[in-house]
């Protein structure tokens, strides 16, 4: 069996300045070799006749060498065929004629072997086969010329000449499977080579992209730490425009105290209204000054007012009005202990509570929010918690600002706030001291 390769090898290029010196040189080697053998074939001749041969063998011997020298001179530029049936048909003919001429055996080689480059076993018989065909009606030619019987030379002549015309066809197989194997490993070196290439490529953009992406999540960082920078800001504003409201009613308490010593007895009427009233007109300057001063930290119009314990439970009941289910509950306290802090404590918790109601209806809609006011040792303690609803086909975007606005109210009072996400349920704690 042969390979199934190579079976139409490309001719050698005309143009190369090499290959026409190597035909030049197939050549000028057949003319050379065909001469000597027949030269020497010719000498056997004449020895054997003592130089009075038959006219018959003088004839085959010309034929001999126009035959080899046509042939010989031909070889060398024949490598120029294109692979064809004509290039084929060409050859398969030298190999055939060097079976009939001495002079032609040396083409006849450089042909077998050009049959044996296609690598075709019918090619290989056929080339084969043809010289020893030739080979053997030649020498049955001459034997009835001779008038001489048939004995071992003859087999043994075509035996050589079977052997003779194998060996350059396997040459031929040899060569092409060699070049079909160079050829091979070629093209898998340059395959490697551009697989190579393209994975260097695409790691240098994998590389990119991943610097890219660096530094766009840089800058989404950035953007975020800026978000949460702004929302504390803010809260921070809220927190002191409600303080600001918190002192402006304790002014204006003190206001309406130092107006009401305008009307003592105890003191001469003169100075005490004189001393009132500059208490008076102090606080209120005070006063709107202040509010003059911190007017600039609100960042809304329109602000509701400041929130007191009543407010807890008016949130808690606009948000079931609205259809939502929401339960306060008050634990280790009541609302006329709370009542008894500072106003900023009761606004951050209002102002936590709203949070944590939205944040439920937004994100959890109609689901219950439970939550429970209780007093823990020195701590004030506020906890909302609500299911998360399951399979939600709505997605709702958030970017977290409110809970950090809770977390910031929180610690301004010397608080903290967090936040627990489990698989069922979203619970948000937030505290400030007692």
Known sequence: ????????????????????????????????LGVLIWLVALGLLLDEF????????????????????????AIGPLRFLR???????????????????????????????????????????????????????????????????????????????????????LIGHI?????????????KAEVAERERQAAERARVIAQRERRTAEREAAALLREREADTARVRAEERAALARDVHDSISHHLAMIAMHA????????????????????????????????????????????????????????????RRAGG??????????????????????????ARILAEATANAAKHSPGTPLRVRLSREDDRLVLRARNPLVADDPREVTSTGHGLVGVQERARLLGGDARRVRTADSFELEAWVPW
């Open 175 to 187: 060569i092409a499977t060699r070049r079909e194997l160079v050829a091979t490993l070629r093209e």
């Open 1 to 32: 069996m042969t390979s199934p390769a190579l079976p139409h090898p490309e001719a050698p290029p005309v143009r190369s300045v090499r290959q026409w010196l190597i035909a030049l040189a197939q050549t000028v080697v057949c003319v050379v």
């Open 83 to 169: 692979p064809g049936r004509l290039d084929v048909a060409v050859h398969l003919v030298i190999a055939a004629v060097a079976g009939l001429s001495v002079w032609a055996v040396p083409a006849g080689v450089i042909a077998l072997y050009r049959v044996g480059l296609r690598r075709r076993l019918p090619l290989d018989v056929a080339g084969i086969g043809l010289t020893v065909a030739v080979t053997c009606l030649a020498l049955f030619v001459d034997v009835q010329i001779r008038r001489a019987p048939v004995d071992l030379s003859v087999g043994a002549t075509a035996v050589v000449m079977l052997v003779g015309a194998t060996v350059p066809v």
């Open 259 to 318: 107006g009401a010593l305008t009307y003592r007895e105890d003191m001469p009427p003169a100075e005490i209204r004189r001393v009132a009233g500059i208490v008076r007109d102090g606080a209120q300057e005070a006063n709107r000054e202040l509010r003059g001063v911190l007017r600039s930290l609100r960042t809304s119009a329109g602000d509701a007012p400041l929130a007191t314990v009543p407010t807890l439970t008016e949130l808690v009941e606009d």
């Open 50 to 73: 003592r130089y009075r041969p038959p006219v018959e063998l003088v004839t085959l011997s010309s034929v001999d060498a126009v035959l080899g020298a046509t042939v010989s001179l």
């Open 324 to 349: 939502q289910d929401v339960r306060l509950d008050w634990e280790d306290l009541t609302p006329e202990e709370l009542a008894t802090r500072d106003r900023a404590t009761v606004v951050a918790l």
